[in-house]
């Protein structure tokens, strides 16, 4: 069985601070990605990054960067300077072999506040 | 950019009645999948359906739940006999395959489902 976890239930910080929310996941599976998807007070899913399990290179996308450790099967995501925009849901998922890639397992969300 | 759209964005039915979500998928997408998020919780996998006939389902998706192509751009979730805990926002997504490299799953923006 597949788990994703994201302790963090509610974050708040102060436009400018940076945050990082963290996503720790389970799996048995040999290969699987890892994905950090966005929802935004309107409801919508979007996606944000796709990280497959043999590539461990740390990201960068303008503010958001995300760090992957196999090693402690972390998968965490640093927004810098944060903005009211990136008020939202932030969710951690995963995906792998075993289920075909077709079930995606989402983390519980954790809900950024960012408060001007 | 090709998206996923979903109608209605809202639905209200009294318990008891059938209702249809309806998908349309990014067009050269070949897998299907309804998920649902009920108010607050995460985001669960409900179905994946891959060359008309489904290839996955999780426990959620019992006998009440079905899914369906009928033409060749619309994706149909049909809940027969509704229930109060059906209520939930309800997310399509498609992906290009359920393989390396082309699993990743994009979200339309949802159908809020609210059963009285």
């Known amino acids: 069985a597949q788990k994703v976890t994201q302790a963090q239930t509610e974050i708040s910080v102060v436009e400018k601070e940076d945050v990082t929310l963290d996503c720790v996941y389970e799996?048995?599976?040999?290969?699987?990605?890892l994905f950090w998807y966005k929802q935004p007070p309107s409801g919508e899913l979007v996606f944000l990054i796709r990280r497959n399990s043999f590539d461990e290179q740390n990201e960068i996308s303008g503010r958001y960067s995300w760090n992957f450790q196999k090693s402690t099967s972390s998968f965490n995501f640093t927004i810098t300077a944060s903005q009211v925009v990136d008020s939202a849901v932030y969710f951690c998922a995963l995906i792998g072999n075993s289920g075909g890639y077709q079930k995606v397992t989402f983390g519980t969300g954790t809900k950024l506040q960012v408060i001007p | 950019e090709p998206e996923v759209t979903q109608t209605p964005s809202h639905q209200v039915t009294q318990m008891g009645q059938e209702v249809i979500l309806r998908c349309v998928p990014i067009?050269?997408?070949?897998?299907f999948y309804w998920y649902r998020q009920i108010l607050g919780q995460k985001v669960e996998f409900l179905v994946s359906f891959y060359n008309n006939e489904i290839s996955e389902k999780s426990e959620i998706f019992d006998d009440q739940f079905s899914v369906e192509r009928p033409d060749g751009s619309n994706f149909t979730l049909k809940i027969r006999s509704t229930k109060l805990e059906d209520s939930a926002m309800y997310f399509c997504?498609?992906?290009?395959?359920?393989?390396?490299?082309?699993?990743?799953?994009?979200f339309g923006p949802g159908t809020r489902l609210l059963v009285l």
């Open positions: 067009s050269n997408h070949l897998y």
């Open positions: 799996t048995r599976d040999t290969t699987y990605y």
């Open positions: 997504a498609s992906s290009e395959r359920g393989a390396v490299g082309k699993e990743t799953q994009y």
